[in-house]
T-cell receptor, first 111, second 117 residues
Framework: SQQGEEDPQALSIQEGENATMNCSYKTSINNLQWYRQNSGRGLVHLILIRSNEREKHSGRLRVTLDTSKKSSSLLITASRAADTASYFCATGENYGQNFVFGPGTRLSVLP | ETGVTQSPTHLIKTRGQQVTLRCSSQSGHNTVSWYQQALGQGPQFIFQYYREEENGRGNFPPRFSGLQFPNYSSELNVNALELDDSALYLC????????????????FGNGTRLTVT
């Protein structure tokens, strides 16, 4: 079953704008991760936030985690055309045996 | 540092046939996980191998099986292929298993695109 659910399903913005994607999940987690996938390729890890952390930054990425609301958000600032991809949240369960991915947000950044 | 490599990149099979997909893990990683990704969906966990033993399994039937070798490379075998098995199959490696790795990211290969006709 898919635990993470990203919102929106699709997002189209202009280059230079910020993009915000949200993820909701259902059960307790060890951590939450965000991945990016370019069309037809493998997933690339972007950032991991542990259950006892509330915010994390990496370059133009900012991730927040609210365990009371079972939700996370990924903010990409000053977006570029190269940011066009699908973005997935994944929650770590069962002490690393598997990660549960949501259906993803398809981001299009228009030049 | 060598990344995760998968072979073949594309494969076309007929319903009822069997298929073997291969994966070489990133150097230094002894855990391999397999995921199935249908078109427009997120990856679904199939199973994980750690030190040549299955270390967790998702909701997939027994006709999905795997192996891990002493060099930590892995195979995914699917018997009696069905049309719904058409998907991108992703292999991901990570260091360690259990509590030593559950805060480690997954390193994915580019996948094998399987089409069942």
């Amino acid at each position: 079953s898919q635990q993470g659910e990203e919102d929106p399903q699709a997002l189209s913005i202009q280059e230079g704008e910020n993009a915000t994607m949200n993820c909701s999940y259902k059960t307790s987690i060890n951590n939450l991760q965000w991945y990016r996938q370019n069309s037809g390729r493998g997933l690339v890890h972007l950032i991991l936030i542990r259950s006892n952390e509330r915010e994390k930054h990496s370059g133009r990425l900012r991730v927040t985690l609210d365990t009371s609301k079972k939700s996370s958000s990924l903010l990409i600032t000053a977006s570029r055309a190269a940011d066009t991809a699908s973005y997935f949240c994944a929650t770590g369960e069962n002490y690393g045996q598997n990660f549960v991915f949501g259906p993803g947000t398809r981001l299009s950044v228009l030049p | 540092e060598t990344g995760v490599t998968q072979s073949p990149t594309h494969l076309i099979k007929t319903r009822g046939q069997q298929v073997t997909l291969r994966c070489s893990s990133q150097s230094g990683h002894n855990t391999v996980s397999w995921y199935q990704q249908a078109l427009g969906q997120g990856p679904q966990f199939i199973f994980q191998y750690y030190r040549e033993e299955e270390n967790g399994r998702g909701n997939f039937p027994p006709r999905f099986s795997g192996l891990q070798f002493p060099n930590y490379s892995s195979e995914l075998n699917v018997n009696a292929l069905e049309l719904d098995d058409s998907a991108l199959y992703l292999c991901a490696s990570s260091p360690g298993a259990g509590a030593s790795s559950y805060n480690s990211p997954l390193h994915f290969g580019n996948g094998t695109r399987l089409t069942v006709t």
